[in-house]
């Protein structure tokens, strides 16, 4: 900003950008919109729409069958997030402060679950489990989120152990801490921030999951599979007031986050 | 420091590995090994011949809807990927640098639309998309167009438009997270040096946020590699893609062993991908780029 | 500044806990009972609400419903896991590919209460006579594919050349018309398009194709194809294909709900249903019962499937569904819509208007999908 015509130039292409911006939002909410509309429409489609009805809610509520799936796929997805958070902050620690020949392939492998399509996933675990004869149910599907949801941990933590370097740890123990009370009081308060945003984008992720659950799935189904048996049929409007009530609730709790903890975690990266 | 202890380390060290070495070999290695196992069986009727065969491979070489239809996936999930990131990259540098307060909130709000259920969404496209639907309604309302567009739906494009909507926050999240790494100082010292934003764009923002968007290009080429729900649903006559032959395979035909070759021949793809980017150091980044 | 980070971690924290032990809570809550089960999986529609939660009331039991999309999907899911489900909906054309791969037993008839009820033609039709003298399949409902025309954009004239004499059916030749070029859709699935394509190309064994007839079923597809605007994958999408006008003229098998749809949306109207003049295929959906059901499951599936071929059952499918029922002891429930736009649903299947061939085995179901998808590939 070191002159007046600098300032208005940036300023300008802050405009163009901004406007391109806003572009990209409303595409990434129009559909949004539109499905928010459904939720609202009488007659179960756009098509020759006339006023607005709020019923979809009301039967969505004693749809046993819809919550019932709702609360499956919140409970795969917090089981599998917390499976991996153990088993990617673990890996994360051996693959930072352990050396081993081969590290490369080994991140590689890795990764593969989170980067390989899901149909992959989906049928080399379907192909695996038939194989071992174990009846599909809630632990098989909850194995293929597990598989896609620690690489994704465990590369957060590591990337965030890696920019901390040995030194705090060094520190510690030079000061007579044991090995536990470094890893309780020093480590992972400083990785606790990389877990939060790797496990709220792991949950994220095993909500939304089609494919690999798909393969997976035997009678117990989460929500997207269930909405996927309806397709051929019609989606019913409860599920578009499902998505409503998603929507809001996680509008409501991000707006909550931002207001209360985002703009402290904000100056706080500024202070370090 | 590094120097004095860089040979190999005690083998206590070594039960860190112990839960992410078991959770590789039974949901990885070992399931990779066994579908690859399974592609060179055979499929009689509905029973699964267990003698090993390279038939599977051999029909995949020599008979050329396979291979086209692979490269027409390669191209499809080419340009998505391209264009996902020519949506995402401006959307994350405008947060990131232009946006004063409210950052956090951007950032979530383009998390969001990954809540609602991606089969919702995609049946919304449709109803954006069609004859009668929000565009052509909107085009005819205001009267650029007389009659509807038909190029907007069943076809390339839809599946095209539709996938690049489903990888934009995938490209999104990898490239905001490293633009926010990089400190503002330096871009201020860079125009204060006199390099304009352009400038300062090309030499310092873009090879510093590069891992970033290595990591979102390699995401979406995967998502819409794979994907066959998107190109059954909204792609009309031109909906056959690469994941689509995989999974016919699993039906009437039943024919996993097929399957399970064509499943390979798209896993070698892509870790042939992931090996071309690895060497910008995507993995080393963190999926948020931290 | 840290204590801050640090309660909104807890906050995160009981909140993710609190969610765990509700979800844990309701598993245990759920499995406590420990009341027989019956697992039904099958297409929407036939196992709704509205009778299986008297049913659970009535036989002190819990029905699990698991859905699938497509006849395929159906017989993948039960061959990886048979043990997961009771009974399945099937359709006449797939019952033998369930025996052959010993997934379903023999249905003991003697249980059903109401199984004389059922039309002759459906009991003694020999679609699922792979045993003899055994019966693994119990018909609930039937169906044909026909074509929905947009009779408000096409007018008499631009129709009549296709039309039969009395009016009442349409050639198949539609599908291949110049003038219908990007106005037509049909279904993306192997079997319903081969099978019509044969009766197109004149075929009289639709199911099972001789030495020449694959080319000739693989050219008429690929005209077919050429001509039309998009493929649909079920009732949801040529819902939104003709009701969203983008094309005019959709050969489907979802004829009835299709129109109970249309007509909730208040443009059916606009719209006729046509059967084919040279003939079309059908399609009898009933239940299996899985290998490994046996106890108390296995009675509850004999209940089940009882009750849906009863006058009750039939007549809540005739009322929800629309589609031809076994039973005409429900026939009062059927909606004006239904019986007016599919007419033929109201008579005996006997006395049906075109030549009507019974979807059984193909030869070759896997070759069928290689065609398809070979069709599919080409530009």
Redesign the interface.
Known sequence: MSSHIKASKLEKQGTVLKLYGLFVFIFLYLPLFVVIIFSFSPTKTIVGMSGVTIKWYKELFQDKEILKVLLHSIEVGVSAVTIALIFGTAGAFFITKVRFPGKGVFRALVMLPFVLPGIIMGLTLLIFIKNLNIPLSMLTILMGHVSFTTPLVMFQVSSRLQRMGPSFQDAAQDLGATPVKTLWYVTLPMIRTAMIGAALLAFTVSFDEIVISYFLTGTWTTLPVYLYGMLRFGLSPKVFAVSGLILLFSLSLILLMTRYIGRSAEEVRVKR | ?DKI?????SPR??F?????VV??LF??????V??FI?SFYS?E??EIEKTLTLKNYKLFFTDT?YP??LFKSIRLALSVSIISIA??Y??A???SF?MIR????LF??????????????I??????L?????INSILMAIGITKG?L?FF??NKFAIAITLT?IC??FVF?PVYTALEKIPKNII?AA??LGA??FHSFLNVVLPLSLPGLITGF??SF??A?????IP??LG??Q??MF?N????????????PF??AL?FI??VI??II??LT?KFGS??????G? | MINFTRKSISVTFVVFTIILICGLVFLAAKGERGKPTLSILCFQGYAEPAWVEPFEEEYNCEVNVTYAGTVEEHFTKTKAAPDEYNIVSNDSGRVLMYYDAGLIQAIDTSKLSNYSKVGEYFREHPYAQVETGKKFHVPITWGDQDITINTSKISPGQLAPYLSSDGKSVSLDVLTAPEFKGKTAFFDESTNVTQIAAIHVGIKTPTNFGPGDWDRVEARLLEWKRNARTFTTGLDSEFGVIAGEDALILLGGNNAPLNIKLEEAGIRDNFTQYLMTEGTICWIDGWVITKPTSGGSLDLAHKYIDYMIGDQGQAQLAELVGFGIVNVGGKSAYSKVALDACWWYGQDITDFPVPLYVMVAEEDPGKRVELWNKVKATP
């Open positions: 420091m202890k860089s040979r190999f380390d060290s070594y860190k590995g112990i839960p992410i959770w590789l949901l990885v290695v070992v399931p990779l066994f579908t399974m499929s009727g509905l809807i086209r239809i949506m995402a401006p959307l540098y405008m947060v232009k409210g950052r956090n909130l979530m709000m383009c998390i969001i639309p990954l809540w609602v259920s991606y089969l919702v969404r049946i919304a496209w449709r109803s954006i069609g004859n009668r639907g929000v509807p038909e739906l069943y909507y934009i926050p999240i201020n125009n204060d304009n934003e390699i995401f995967i998502i590699l794979g994907d066959y729900i059954q649903q009309g006559t909906g056959i994941g032959l995989i999974y016919s395979q699993f039906g009437f035909a039943f024919n996993w399957g399970a499943g798209l896993f892509s870790v992931l090996g690895a993995t080393e980044g963190g999926f948020l931290e």
